[in-house]
């Protein structure tokens, strides 16, 4: 069975940095693409950052510069390192793997910044 688990949300003043992380089982090349997503209150899920099995990483521009999306084989990891965070990340961020036309969801996990 395909399960990934997020941790590393908080609570982080303006400017600030959080690391994500999203343990995928049994293995992160399980899934033909990892990826993180967020969805603020009134709003829609979008995507923030995604990783292909192949390793290409590509991001949505409100977040260019500011945040990498990163993956580690030995642990089964994908990060999403969070700088200069701004009060409009403030979300609940959702890992998300796909993998032979099934995608598989987090429980979410909450990153608030203050101003």
């Known amino acids: 069975q395909l399960v990934v688990v997020e941790s590393g949300g908080g609570l982080v003043q303006a400017g600030g940095s959080l690391r994500l992380s999203c343990a995928a089982s049994?293995?992160?090349?399980?899934?033909?693409?990892m990826g993180w997503y967020r969805q603020a209150p009134g709003n829609e899920r979008e995507l923030v950052a995604r990783?292909?099995?192949?390793?290409?990483?590509n991001y949505a521009d409100s977040v260019k510069d500011r945040f990498t999306i990163s993956r580690d084989s030995a642990s089964n990891t994908v990060y999403l390192q969070m700088n200069s965070l701004k009060p409009e990340d403030t979300a609940v961020y959702y890992c998300?793997?796909?993998?032979?036309?099934?995608?598989?969801w987090g429980q979410g996990t909450q990153v608030t910044v203050s101003s």
């Open positions: 990783i292909t099995w192949g390793g290409f990483a």
């Open positions: 998300r793997g796909s993998a032979r036309g099934t995608v598989y």
């Open positions: 049994p293995s992160i090349f399980s899934f033909s693409a």
